[in-house]
């Protein structure tokens, strides 16, 4: 599995750091929505889903968490806490987040709007399609 971080270039001087992030410069779609989680309890865990059509864009501009990415095949963990990271979630990509630090803020970019319809919830199910999707494209 492949895994695309985008590098966010930080813009610096004396009174500290900006990042910018824009449709086409940094970001490889347009922001449809943006949404982020915070005041994450101790051991929490979430996720527990993959998406049928969502694309998005993860960065911990503060603190740090870990991702379990997995695309039926292979499971990939991932350590978030720089803000000048992205990390690039596909579609029909399972994914799970623990181990937040106490002062994590975990900002989501997304291609499209809240859609329940989307979400792929059971494990189960998320790997009968994702052989689904395989035999399509063979
Ligand atoms: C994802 C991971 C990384 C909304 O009303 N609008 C929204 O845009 C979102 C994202 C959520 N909600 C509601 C739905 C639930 O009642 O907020 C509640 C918590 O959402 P959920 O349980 O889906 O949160 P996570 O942390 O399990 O998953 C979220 C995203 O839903 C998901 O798309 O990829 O973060």
Redesign the pocket.
């Known amino acids: 599995m492949q895994i695309k971080f985008l590098q966010l270039q930080t813009h610096g001087d004396e009174r500290g750091s900006l990042i910018s992030l824009e449709h086409e410069k940094n970001i490889p779609f347009e922001i449809k929505?943006v949404?982020y989680?915070f005041n994450t309890k101790e051991g929490v865990r979430?996720?527990?889903?993959a998406?049928q059509q969502?694309k998005?864009v993860?960065i911990a501009v503060r603190g740090s968490c870990r991702f379990l990415l997995d695309d039926g095949k292979e499971k990939i963990s991932i350590f978030l806490d720089n803000p000048a990271q992205g990390l690039l979630?596909e579609s029909f990509m399972w994914?799970e987040?623990h181990d937040f630090s106490d002062d994590c803020v975990?900002m989501?970019l997304?291609d499209r709007?809240?859609d329940?319809s989307d979400?792929i919830r059971d494990y189960n199910d998320f790997l009968k399609l994702i052989k689904m999707v395989d035999k399509q494209n063979d």
Do not use: C, N, T
Request: aromatic residues 20%; proline residues 0%; glycine residues 4%.
């Open positions: 929505r949404y989680m979430r996720g527990f889903h998406h969502l998005q993860v979630i994914r987040m975990l989501v997304a709007l809240y329940e979400y």
